[in-house]
Protein backbone atom coordinates (compact mmCIF):
# COMPACT_ATOMS: atom_id res chain seq x y z
CA UNK A 1 0.00 0.00 0.00
CA UNK A 2 1.54 3.18 -0.91
CA UNK A 3 0.97 5.98 1.80
CA UNK A 4 1.39 9.54 0.35
CA UNK A 5 3.82 11.55 1.95
CA UNK A 6 3.07 15.48 3.05
CA UNK A 7 5.91 16.63 0.64
CA UNK A 8 4.37 14.49 -2.29
CA UNK A 9 4.05 10.50 -3.33
CA UNK A 10 6.20 8.24 -1.68
CA UNK A 11 9.28 7.25 -2.98
CA UNK A 12 9.35 3.43 -4.46
CA UNK A 13 13.00 2.51 -4.16
CA UNK A 14 12.48 -0.48 -6.62
CA UNK A 15 11.03 2.09 -9.43
CA UNK A 16 13.20 4.27 -11.62
CA UNK A 17 12.36 6.45 -14.24
CA UNK A 18 14.82 7.42 -17.25
CA UNK A 19 13.38 10.78 -18.46
CA UNK A 20 14.53 12.17 -21.91
CA UNK A 21 16.28 9.54 -23.60
CA UNK A 22 15.95 8.41 -27.05
CA UNK A 23 15.43 4.46 -27.54
CA UNK A 24 16.79 2.02 -29.78
CA UNK A 25 14.08 0.37 -30.68
CA UNK A 26 15.22 -2.28 -32.93
CA UNK A 27 16.04 -0.48 -36.15
CA UNK A 28 16.28 3.35 -35.29
CA UNK A 29 16.32 6.19 -31.99
CA UNK A 30 13.05 7.33 -30.84
CA UNK A 31 12.51 10.97 -29.75
CA UNK A 32 13.57 11.58 -26.23
CA UNK A 33 10.82 9.76 -24.20
CA UNK A 34 10.63 8.37 -20.28
CA UNK A 35 10.95 4.31 -19.99
CA UNK A 36 10.31 2.87 -16.36
CA UNK A 37 11.59 0.40 -14.56
CA UNK A 38 9.57 -1.30 -11.54
CA UNK A 39 10.43 -4.58 -10.11
CA UNK A 40 13.37 -5.68 -12.51
CA UNK A 41 11.02 -5.59 -15.64
CA UNK A 42 10.04 -2.38 -18.17
CA UNK A 43 6.93 -0.67 -17.27
CA UNK A 44 4.14 0.14 -19.31
CA UNK A 45 3.62 3.30 -17.20
CA UNK A 46 5.35 6.14 -18.22
CA UNK A 47 4.15 8.07 -15.10
CA UNK A 48 7.30 9.14 -12.86
CA UNK A 49 5.95 9.43 -9.97
CA UNK A 50 7.15 8.06 -7.05
CA UNK A 51 10.33 6.79 -8.78
CA UNK A 52 13.89 7.82 -8.62
CA UNK A 53 14.38 9.83 -11.60
CA UNK A 54 17.62 10.14 -13.71
CA UNK A 55 17.85 12.22 -16.20
CA UNK A 56 19.03 11.09 -19.23
CA UNK A 57 19.05 14.02 -21.92
CA UNK A 58 21.42 13.68 -24.70
CA UNK A 59 22.50 9.91 -23.91
CA UNK A 60 20.92 6.40 -25.47
CA UNK A 61 19.26 3.65 -24.19
CA UNK A 62 20.06 0.45 -25.35
CA UNK A 63 18.76 -3.06 -24.56
CA UNK A 64 21.19 -4.78 -22.72
CA UNK A 65 23.82 -7.04 -24.25
CA UNK A 66 24.02 -10.50 -25.30
CA UNK A 67 27.06 -12.08 -26.07
CA UNK A 68 26.46 -15.46 -27.69
CA UNK A 69 29.69 -17.59 -27.20
CA UNK A 70 31.29 -17.49 -23.62
CA UNK A 71 33.15 -19.54 -21.57
CA UNK A 72 32.11 -19.40 -17.61
CA UNK A 73 34.81 -19.34 -15.04
CA UNK A 74 33.34 -17.96 -11.78
CA UNK A 75 30.89 -15.27 -10.28
CA UNK A 76 33.84 -13.03 -11.59
CA UNK A 77 33.19 -13.27 -14.52
CA UNK A 78 29.42 -12.15 -14.47
CA UNK A 79 30.75 -9.21 -12.42
CA UNK A 80 33.17 -8.05 -15.63
CA UNK A 81 30.20 -9.48 -17.98
CA UNK A 82 27.97 -6.86 -16.55
CA UNK A 83 30.42 -4.01 -15.92
CA UNK A 84 30.50 -4.04 -19.68
CA UNK A 85 26.94 -4.12 -20.25
CA UNK A 86 26.67 -8.13 -21.19
CA UNK A 87 23.57 -8.68 -19.51
CA UNK A 88 22.91 -11.79 -20.98
CA UNK A 89 25.62 -14.70 -21.64
CA UNK A 90 25.27 -17.55 -23.73
CA UNK A 91 28.20 -20.18 -22.31
CA UNK A 92 29.32 -22.55 -24.91
CA UNK A 93 30.94 -25.11 -22.79
CA UNK A 94 31.60 -25.03 -18.87
CA UNK A 95 32.32 -27.70 -16.69
CA UNK A 96 31.81 -29.10 -14.03
CA UNK A 97 27.88 -29.13 -13.58
CA UNK A 98 28.38 -27.90 -9.97
CA UNK A 99 30.05 -24.33 -11.38
CA UNK A 100 27.98 -23.73 -13.81
CA UNK A 101 24.85 -24.76 -10.98
CA UNK A 102 26.24 -21.74 -8.94
CA UNK A 103 26.07 -19.09 -11.78
CA UNK A 104 22.96 -19.71 -12.59
CA UNK A 105 19.93 -17.18 -11.40
CA UNK A 106 22.53 -14.74 -9.80
CA UNK A 107 20.30 -12.06 -8.61
CA UNK A 108 21.42 -9.02 -10.36
CA UNK A 109 24.17 -10.15 -12.21
CA UNK A 110 24.57 -11.35 -16.30
CA UNK A 111 21.90 -14.02 -16.98
CA UNK A 112 23.36 -17.60 -18.62
CA UNK A 113 22.09 -20.06 -20.89
CA UNK A 114 24.34 -23.03 -20.86
CA UNK A 115 25.78 -26.29 -23.36
CA UNK A 116 27.17 -27.52 -20.23
CA UNK A 117 29.58 -30.04 -21.19
CA UNK A 118 30.85 -29.90 -25.14
CA UNK A 119 30.40 -33.17 -27.24
CA UNK A 120 34.11 -33.81 -28.49
CA UNK A 121 36.43 -36.31 -30.87
CA UNK A 122 39.29 -38.13 -29.26
CA UNK A 123 41.65 -36.78 -31.24
CA UNK A 124 41.23 -33.01 -31.53
CA UNK A 125 42.66 -30.27 -29.98
CA UNK A 126 39.66 -29.78 -27.39
CA UNK A 127 40.91 -33.61 -26.07
CA UNK A 128 44.32 -31.80 -25.23
CA UNK A 129 42.90 -29.07 -23.20
CA UNK A 130 44.19 -29.47 -19.51
CA UNK A 131 41.06 -30.43 -17.51
CA UNK A 132 38.76 -31.35 -20.48
CA UNK A 133 35.72 -33.31 -18.73
CA UNK A 134 36.18 -37.05 -19.17
CA UNK A 135 32.66 -37.28 -20.29
CA UNK A 136 32.98 -34.90 -23.40
CA UNK A 137 34.58 -37.54 -25.78
CA UNK A 138 32.02 -39.33 -27.86
CA UNK A 139 33.09 -41.85 -30.38
CA UNK A 140 30.06 -43.37 -31.96
CA UNK A 141 26.22 -42.66 -32.81
CA UNK A 142 25.72 -44.96 -29.46
CA UNK A 143 27.28 -43.03 -27.26
CA UNK A 144 26.31 -39.80 -28.89
CA UNK A 145 22.69 -40.33 -27.84
CA UNK A 146 23.97 -41.75 -24.32
CA UNK A 147 25.85 -37.97 -23.80
CA UNK A 148 22.93 -36.01 -25.06
CA UNK A 149 20.65 -37.68 -22.53
CA UNK A 150 22.97 -37.17 -19.86
CA UNK A 151 23.14 -33.46 -20.62
CA UNK A 152 20.05 -32.92 -20.70
CA UNK A 153 19.46 -34.73 -17.81
CA UNK A 154 22.35 -32.12 -15.96
CA UNK A 155 19.78 -29.23 -17.04
CA UNK A 156 21.47 -27.82 -20.30
CA UNK A 157 20.10 -25.08 -22.29
CA UNK A 158 21.53 -26.41 -25.54
CA UNK A 159 24.11 -29.06 -26.97
CA UNK A 160 27.68 -28.18 -28.22
CA UNK A 161 29.41 -30.00 -30.84
CA UNK A 162 32.98 -29.46 -31.64
CA UNK A 163 33.51 -30.48 -35.43
CA UNK A 164 37.06 -30.40 -36.45
CA UNK A 165 38.26 -30.68 -40.35
CA UNK A 166 37.29 -34.20 -41.70
CA UNK A 167 40.17 -36.58 -40.03
CA UNK A 168 41.94 -34.30 -37.75
CA UNK A 169 40.13 -35.59 -34.17
CA UNK A 170 36.70 -34.50 -34.18
CA UNK A 171 33.55 -36.62 -33.78
CA UNK A 172 32.38 -38.40 -36.84
CA UNK A 173 29.98 -37.38 -39.70
CA UNK A 174 27.74 -40.13 -38.10
CA UNK A 175 28.25 -39.43 -34.55
CA UNK A 176 27.83 -35.64 -35.45
CA UNK A 177 24.60 -36.23 -37.18
CA UNK A 178 23.45 -38.77 -34.37
CA UNK A 179 24.59 -36.02 -31.54
CA UNK A 180 22.42 -33.42 -33.24
CA UNK A 181 19.64 -35.70 -34.09
CA UNK A 182 19.04 -36.47 -30.16
CA UNK A 183 19.31 -33.09 -29.36
CA UNK A 184 16.35 -32.66 -31.27
CA UNK A 185 14.39 -35.63 -29.87
CA UNK A 186 15.37 -33.49 -26.80
CA UNK A 187 14.04 -30.02 -27.61
CA UNK A 188 17.63 -28.55 -27.63
CA UNK A 189 18.72 -26.67 -29.99
CA UNK A 190 22.62 -27.90 -31.32
CA UNK A 191 25.97 -25.35 -31.78
CA UNK A 192 28.47 -26.17 -33.36
CA UNK A 193 31.84 -25.23 -33.57
CA UNK A 194 33.32 -24.94 -37.10
CA UNK A 195 36.62 -22.97 -37.16
CA UNK A 196 37.72 -24.50 -40.66
CA UNK A 197 35.80 -24.59 -43.95
CA UNK A 198 35.73 -28.14 -43.76
CA UNK A 199 34.35 -28.58 -40.02
CA UNK A 200 31.67 -26.46 -41.06
CA UNK A 201 30.70 -28.57 -44.10
CA UNK A 202 30.37 -31.15 -41.46
CA UNK A 203 28.44 -29.40 -39.84
CA UNK A 204 25.86 -27.95 -41.88
CA UNK A 205 25.46 -31.67 -43.21
CA UNK A 206 25.03 -32.93 -39.64
CA UNK A 207 22.17 -30.09 -39.59
CA UNK A 208 23.83 -28.29 -36.68
CA UNK A 209 20.82 -24.44 -35.93
CA UNK A 210 23.88 -22.68 -34.89
CA UNK A 211 27.46 -22.71 -36.32
CA UNK A 212 30.15 -21.00 -34.32
CA UNK A 213 33.65 -19.80 -35.27
CA UNK A 214 34.42 -18.78 -38.69
CA UNK A 215 36.90 -20.34 -41.03
CA UNK A 216 40.10 -19.16 -40.78
CA UNK A 217 41.39 -21.42 -43.39
CA UNK A 218 39.50 -20.87 -46.94
CA UNK A 219 36.34 -19.89 -47.87
CA UNK A 220 33.17 -21.36 -46.73
CA UNK A 221 31.63 -23.32 -49.83
CA UNK A 222 29.34 -21.14 -51.76
CA UNK A 223 26.82 -24.50 -51.45
CA UNK A 224 27.35 -24.09 -47.88
CA UNK A 225 26.21 -20.52 -47.51
CA UNK A 226 23.57 -21.35 -49.90
CA UNK A 227 21.63 -24.32 -47.82
CA UNK A 228 22.84 -22.56 -44.56
CA UNK A 229 20.60 -19.41 -45.81
CA UNK A 230 17.64 -21.75 -46.76
CA UNK A 231 17.78 -23.70 -43.73
CA UNK A 232 17.35 -20.70 -41.66
CA UNK A 233 20.61 -21.81 -39.62
CA UNK A 234 22.66 -19.30 -37.89
CA UNK A 235 26.11 -18.22 -37.14
CA UNK A 236 28.05 -16.64 -34.35
CA UNK A 237 31.31 -16.06 -36.06
CA UNK A 238 33.51 -14.96 -32.78
CA UNK A 239 35.71 -12.74 -35.00
CA UNK A 240 37.01 -11.52 -31.73
CA UNK A 241 38.74 -14.90 -31.59
CA UNK A 242 39.70 -15.38 -35.07
CA UNK A 243 41.60 -12.29 -35.07
CA UNK A 244 43.65 -13.46 -31.74
CA UNK A 245 43.96 -16.64 -33.10
CA UNK A 246 45.28 -15.58 -36.28
CA UNK A 247 47.53 -13.16 -34.34
CA UNK A 248 48.80 -15.49 -31.86
CA UNK A 249 50.60 -18.35 -34.53
CA UNK A 250 53.10 -16.99 -36.93
CA UNK A 251 52.21 -18.84 -40.37
CA UNK A 252 48.65 -18.98 -39.57
CA UNK A 253 45.52 -18.16 -42.48
CA UNK A 254 45.15 -14.33 -42.29
CA UNK A 255 42.25 -12.77 -40.57
CA UNK A 256 40.63 -11.43 -43.78
CA UNK A 257 39.75 -14.31 -44.52
CA UNK A 258 37.54 -14.81 -41.53
CA UNK A 259 36.24 -11.73 -42.01
CA UNK A 260 35.31 -12.46 -45.87
CA UNK A 261 33.43 -15.36 -44.40
CA UNK A 262 30.91 -12.90 -42.64
CA UNK A 263 30.33 -10.58 -45.43
CA UNK A 264 29.07 -13.81 -47.42
CA UNK A 265 27.05 -14.77 -44.83
CA UNK A 266 25.50 -11.95 -44.32
CA UNK A 267 25.02 -10.80 -48.19
CA UNK A 268 23.33 -14.22 -48.74
CA UNK A 269 21.18 -13.51 -45.50
CA UNK A 270 22.01 -15.80 -42.32
CA UNK A 271 21.66 -14.11 -39.32
CA UNK A 272 25.07 -13.09 -37.89
CA UNK A 273 25.14 -12.99 -33.75
CA UNK A 274 27.62 -11.33 -31.65
CA UNK A 275 29.45 -13.88 -29.99
CA UNK A 276 33.35 -13.44 -29.08
CA UNK A 277 34.48 -16.98 -27.03
CA UNK A 278 35.35 -14.98 -24.31
CA UNK A 279 37.52 -17.29 -21.71
CA UNK A 280 40.71 -17.69 -19.48
CA UNK A 281 40.97 -21.23 -20.66
CA UNK A 282 44.80 -22.55 -20.37
CA UNK A 283 45.46 -24.43 -23.50
CA UNK A 284 42.36 -22.20 -25.65
CA UNK A 285 43.58 -20.65 -29.16
CA UNK A 286 43.62 -17.25 -27.16
CA UNK A 287 42.10 -15.55 -24.25
CA UNK A 288 40.14 -13.16 -24.92
CA UNK A 289 38.35 -11.04 -22.15
CA UNK A 290 35.00 -10.84 -20.69
CA UNK A 291 32.43 -8.18 -21.32
CA UNK A 292 34.60 -5.28 -23.29
CA UNK A 293 35.27 -8.11 -26.18
CA UNK A 294 31.95 -8.02 -27.53
CA UNK A 295 32.29 -4.42 -28.07
CA UNK A 296 35.68 -4.86 -30.14
CA UNK A 297 32.92 -7.61 -31.58
CA UNK A 298 30.41 -5.22 -32.17
CA UNK A 299 33.51 -3.08 -34.31
CA UNK A 300 34.47 -6.24 -36.09
CA UNK A 301 31.05 -6.98 -37.70
CA UNK A 302 31.08 -3.56 -39.01
CA UNK A 303 34.25 -3.76 -40.53
CA UNK A 304 32.79 -7.14 -42.29
CA UNK A 305 29.64 -5.01 -43.37
CA UNK A 306 26.73 -5.37 -41.33
CA UNK A 307 25.48 -1.75 -40.92
CA UNK A 308 25.12 -0.41 -37.07
CA UNK A 309 21.78 -0.96 -36.58
CA UNK A 310 21.84 -4.86 -37.46
CA UNK A 311 24.95 -5.19 -35.79
CA UNK A 312 23.01 -3.83 -32.50
CA UNK A 313 20.45 -6.17 -33.51
CA UNK A 314 23.04 -9.18 -33.48
CA UNK A 315 24.20 -8.39 -30.22
CA UNK A 316 19.81 -7.84 -28.56
CA UNK A 317 16.98 -8.94 -30.59
CA UNK A 318 18.60 -11.46 -32.81
CA UNK A 319 20.32 -13.64 -30.27
CA UNK A 320 17.19 -13.49 -27.88
CA UNK A 321 15.48 -14.97 -30.86
CA UNK A 322 17.18 -17.62 -32.31
CA UNK A 323 17.77 -18.77 -28.49
CA UNK A 324 14.36 -18.62 -27.43
CA UNK A 325 14.93 -15.96 -24.80
CA UNK A 326 11.46 -14.02 -24.79
CA UNK A 327 11.84 -11.95 -21.98
CA UNK A 328 14.70 -9.67 -23.58
CA UNK A 329 16.50 -8.23 -26.20
CA UNK A 330 14.33 -5.25 -26.61
CA UNK A 331 13.28 -2.28 -25.03
CA UNK A 332 9.60 -2.82 -24.52
CA UNK A 333 6.48 -3.62 -21.46
CA UNK A 334 6.93 -6.41 -19.35
CA UNK A 335 10.35 -7.66 -20.61
CA UNK A 336 13.35 -7.99 -18.56
CA UNK A 337 15.32 -4.89 -17.35
CA UNK A 338 18.23 -5.04 -18.69
CA UNK A 339 19.56 -1.61 -20.40
CA UNK A 340 22.74 0.17 -20.85
CA UNK A 341 22.62 4.30 -21.28
CA UNK A 342 25.46 5.60 -23.33
CA UNK A 343 26.98 8.67 -24.54
CA UNK A 344 27.69 8.91 -28.17
CA UNK A 345 25.08 7.71 -31.02
CA UNK A 346 26.01 3.57 -32.07
CA UNK A 347 23.82 4.02 -35.05
CA UNK A 348 26.49 6.72 -36.19
CA UNK A 349 29.75 5.28 -34.60
CA UNK A 350 29.39 2.09 -33.16
CA UNK A 351 32.17 2.21 -30.47
CA UNK A 352 29.87 4.62 -29.03
CA UNK A 353 28.52 1.50 -27.10
CA UNK A 354 32.30 1.39 -24.78
CA UNK A 355 30.75 4.81 -23.55
CA UNK A 356 28.73 3.26 -20.92
CA UNK A 357 27.24 5.72 -18.49
CA UNK A 358 24.65 3.58 -16.52
CA UNK A 359 23.95 -0.21 -16.54
CA UNK A 360 20.79 -2.44 -15.46
CA UNK A 361 20.88 -5.89 -15.18
CA UNK A 362 17.43 -7.22 -14.02
CA UNK A 363 17.03 -4.04 -12.77
CA UNK A 364 19.78 -3.80 -10.55
CA UNK A 365 21.84 -1.03 -11.49
CA UNK A 366 25.97 -1.67 -11.65
CA UNK A 367 28.56 0.70 -12.06
CA UNK A 368 30.20 0.58 -15.62
CA UNK A 369 33.96 -0.33 -15.92
CA UNK A 370 36.04 2.03 -16.48
CA UNK A 371 38.05 1.53 -19.68
ZN1 LIG B 1 34.37 -21.27 -27.19
Redesign the pocket.
Known amino acids: MNHPSPSGPEQRPDRTALVRVRVFDGRQLTEPRTVVLEGGVLSSETSTSGAQILDGDGMILLPGLIDA???LHGRDTLEQLCSYGVTTALD??TWPPQLLASLRRVTGLTDIRSAGTPAIGSGGPHSRIPGMAADAIVRSPQQAAEFVAAQVSAGVDYIKIVAEEPGAGGPDQQTMNALVAAAHTHGRLTVA?AATAGAYTMALDAGADVV??IPLDRAIAQDDIARMSAAGRVAVP?LT?MEAAAAARPGAPAYHTAEQNVTALHRAGVPVLAGT?A?TQPG?PAQVPHGRSLHHELELLVAAGLTTAEVLRAATAAPALHFGLRDRGAIAPGLRADLLLVDGDPLTDISATRNIRHIWCGGHAHTPASD
Open positions: HVHMAHTHTMDNA
